[in-house]
């Protein structure tokens, strides 16, 4: 199962910023933050992923709390485009599960 | 480069039939992993190959089963298919076993079990 929780929906207004709220309340030293999305009728893709210390890329942001208890998905401008369903996900390195384990995920609607 | 690819793009069968699904990954990349995913229960892992050896398994029956060839091309078969196995199936590729570089889906292959 999942062990991350997320909001069912989202709305945003484009070219506005988002946040993206994501809780992960076990997680452990080892876990890494990854963030995937699911545009309508293709498979998911990559956004950006993290272990401790905040991460930027030409996509987003990623902002882990101090405690990694949570951590925030943020797209700086929001674009039609970014409509999708973004997924948050624990991904243990240290182990032998290379799997990627998706919960329900953040529908996010963007406005003209 | 060229993306992942999956063939076919859409697929319809009977009850009890099987079927075979095929991915080709990046070019380079030695690890495929399966998902299944359905509106009740969302994407679920199937399992993943790694060098010609499947190196982790999801919760799904014996009648999923998969392989991968030396040239790193996957294929997922489906046995005695059930109407609760219609879904989109989507494959991922990634350079390592996927525990450390991201995964590259697939548009997928959209199965109807009639």
């Known amino acids: 199962d999942a062990k991350t929780t997320q909001p069912n929906s989202m709305e945003s207004n484009e070219e506005e910023p988002v946040h993206l709220p994501c809780n992960h309340s076990?997680?452990?030293?080892?876990?890494?933050i990854h963030w995937y999305r699911q545009l309508p009728s293709q498979g998911p893709e990559y956004v950006i992923h993290?272990?401790?210390s905040n991460v930027n890329n030409r996509m987003a942001s990623l902002a882990i709390a101090e405690d990694r208890k949570s951590s925030t998905l943020i797209l700086h401008r929001a674009t039609l485009r970014d409509a999708a369903v973004y997924y948050c996900?624990?991904?243990?390195?240290?182990?032998?599960?290379?799997?990627?384990?998706f919960g329900k995920g953040t529908k996010l609607s963007v406005k003209p | 480069k060229a993306g992942v690819t999956q063939t076919p793009r859409y697929l319809i069968k009977t009850r009890g039939q099987q079927v075979t699904l095929s991915c080709s990954p990046i070019?380079?990349?030695?690890?495929v992993s399966w998902y299944q995913q359905t509106p009740g229960q969302g994407l679920q892992f199937l399992f993943e190959?790694?060098?010609?050896?499947?190196?982790n398994k999801g919760n799904f029956p014996g009648r999923f089963s998969g392989r991968q060839f030396s040239n790193s091309r996957s294929e997922m078969n489906v046995s005695t298919l059930e109407l609760g196995d219609s879904a989109l199936y989507l494959c991922?590729?990634?350079?390592?076993?996927?525990?450390?570089?991201?995964?590259?889906f697939g548009p997928g292959t959209r199965l109807t079990v009639l």
């Open positions: 070019s380079g990349h030695r690890s």
């Open positions: 991922a590729s990634s350079s390592t076993s996927g525990r450390y570089n991201e995964q590259f």
């Open positions: 996900i624990e991904m243990n390195y240290g182990g032998s599960q290379g799997n990627l384990i």
């Open positions: 993290g272990l401790t």
């Open positions: 190959y790694f060098s010609e050896t499947q190196r």
């Open positions: 076990t997680i452990s030293g080892t876990d890494y």
